[in-house]
């Protein structure tokens, strides 16, 4: 039996002691015992015409995952234990099946005095997370825990200086193991105010550092590789490599602006060739938000007489400051920019895909939600890309508001193509342009409607050359009526027209909330002007293709059970602002997930 072992069954002892004595002890100082559990079941029904055939349907037909996650607390002390299973999964890697088992998240934690101290697994992050983040997304199968020990101090009501030494937790092909990479880290934090009673405004400000060591067996991999490279392209890889940051946020009224930079030093980055070559990093990141409300716009001078019984009366005082109210308008603007420059930060630089990542890239677009809108993403490019977003939201009166979004993300000239008088020149990688509108009437129906425009180098994002610019126009719809006793319809419907890539899509969805506890949804996707590249044909099928949905969800007190059959198209699938390339998926899934 080893260490992590050892402590595992220690800790789990102690949470069922716990809890036992927190139903069982008279005592003032009772422990508390919470947690919850979350299960996916999925049963493969294959369908060759979508290209629902990979290793799970040929083989496996069906998987099941589930997270236990248990937490103890008592006079101070904290223990957390989450016990993971993976069973013929696909969440690691979509296009193989993972079993294995065991404790997948443990910690202990005591905070004495000023001093928080934590051993065992943790997650956090420092600044907007660019430099280091530590977090799950366990719905694409991503979980990049830290193992080791991690300190907090708090030097001041805002002030606290935090540090941590351990080892990411294992990619994929080991997700119970640790990477041999040692890492450690600092981050001091805190803010002030701008003269007497934040009259000039309010600052946070934070500077981190983080350091990275190459086990042995890693670099000699690298150097095997270098060296079979022509000797201009050769260099010394380095064991160490050091990430810096500092960042601040200025608040004043309803205007806040916030500034980080990021640095790493040089080391073997694989670059676009395939190749290893040295390089820095650095990553610039700005946002701008400004917000007013109570703007007033409309007159109020001669308001309206209100009818009650059939008898018209001037209003209450109380009336006429709601319709005044009713008529002020608001508005609100962000704008992000970043830039990314050879800013590759994994546990390793033989890592690759969603493996080892140290650094927080997510996409610098819009998050969308529906099906057809949220089908082409643009993931970050960690070695080279400048990126723009900005969004106005206008509320001009009670019941209306409207949303305009748009981004534009293009790589580095340096990385970029050539044009033809032999320049490098940046590429466009992504441009999409988004308006909303969203009424709701006196009878609390909401009806949201707009349109979204998209462009989308698929052969970049997607790293297949045959591929090409993708350009969207997505018009959608959704009606929410709701009626009594807690029952609603929904109503959703969205029409993706393209040329290129599949072609183009139609998508409606009906949800209807029986009660406040059971809803049931019925919807289908088709591809109704269908288009396939070469590599495409014979994994997909050249003609019209449904993609159906059934759900029902129902909600017992703290526990949510959902059961749904539908069928997926290969694409990007988004969580958290990271995504992944996933292929079709065709079959019944069921989820439980509950709070105790």
Partial sequence: MNIRQLLSIVMLTAIIAGARAQTTSNSEEKGQFSGNLLMNYQKYLRDDSIGASTKVYRENRASADAWLFMQYRIKGYQFIMRYDAFNNSPLLDPQDAYTDHGIGFWQANKVIDRLDITVGSFYDQFGSGILFRSY???MIGIDYAMQGIRLKYKLGDRWTLKGFAGNQKGNIKNRFGYSKQVMSGLNLEGGFDLGKGAKFGDVQVGASAVNRTLDRATMDILVSNINGYDLAERFYPKYNVYGFNGYFTYSIGDFSWNVEGNYKTPEAVLGFENKYVLKPGKVLYSSLSWGKSGIKWLSTENAPKVTEGGVEREMSAKERKAWEKSRQASIGINVQARHVDQFS???SPTETLLNGLISYLPSLTRQNTYRLLARYNAPGQALGEDGLQAELEIK?????????NGSYVQSLASNGKMNAAGVMQAEKLYHEMYLEFLHTTAQHDKIKWGIQRVYYNQARYEQEPEYQVVKTITPFFEWLHRMEEGRSLRIEA????TPKDQGSFANMMVEFYIKKNLSVAVGDMVNVQPHRYDVMKGVIAD?????P?????YIEKNTVFTLSYLKQQQGVNCSGGICRVEPAFSGVRFTISSNF
């Fill in 345 to 347: 930060f994994r546990t």
């Fill in 543 to 547: 003609r019209v293709l449904h993609y």
């Fill in 136 to 138: 799950e997304q366990r």
């Fill in 494 to 497: 969205q029409y993706l027209n």
């Fill in 549 to 553: 949905t059934f759900f029902i969800g």
């Fill in 396 to 404: 001009p009166m009670k019941g209306l508001q409207i949303t305009a």
